[in-house]
């Protein structure tokens, strides 16, 4: 059974940096595209940044260029998202994703495996 299991959400204050965590298991990852994903109340998700196999290829949102930086250890199987420069706007659940098929994807539909999220709250 595959598993993404986030960590390292919390409440910060503006200005402040959060490092996420997502575990994978049940399989490895190694060979496959990576990402984090967020939403809001009454949003859809989208896009934040992610990763290909390989950690050469990534993506960010525009809104997030520059503060965000996402990394992987694949003898670890896992994926980080380090937020740095937290505003507002970033509060959001946080969502780590896993392609089956896809070594470097930005899209969403092209990603398989989720995790059960993880709530970033930045207050002003």
């Known amino acids: 059974q595959v598993q993404l299991v986030e960590s390292g959400g919390g409440l910060v204050q503006a200005g402040d940096s959060l490092r996420l965590s997502c575990a994978a298991s049940?399989?490895?990852?190694?060979?496959?595209?990576m990402g984090w994903f967020r939403q809001t109340p009454g949003k859809e998700r989208e896009f934040v940044a992610t990763?290909?196999?390989?950690?050469?290829?990534?993506y960010y949102a525009d809104s997030v260029k520059g503060r965000f930086t996402i990394s992987r250890d694949n003898t670890k199987n896992t994926v980080y998202l380090q937020m740095n420069s937290l505003k507002p706007e970033d509060t959001a659940v946080y969502y780590c994703?896993?392609?089956?098929?896809?070594?470097?994807?930005?899209?969403?539909?092209?990603?398989?495996?989720w995790g059960q999220g993880t709530q970033v709250t930045v207050s002003s």
């Open positions: 994703a896993a392609s089956r098929s896809f070594s470097d994807t930005r899209y969403e539909g092209n990603f398989d495996y």
């Open positions: 049940g399989r490895t990852f190694s060979s496959s595209a």
């Open positions: 990763i290909s196999w390989s950690g050469i290829r990534i």
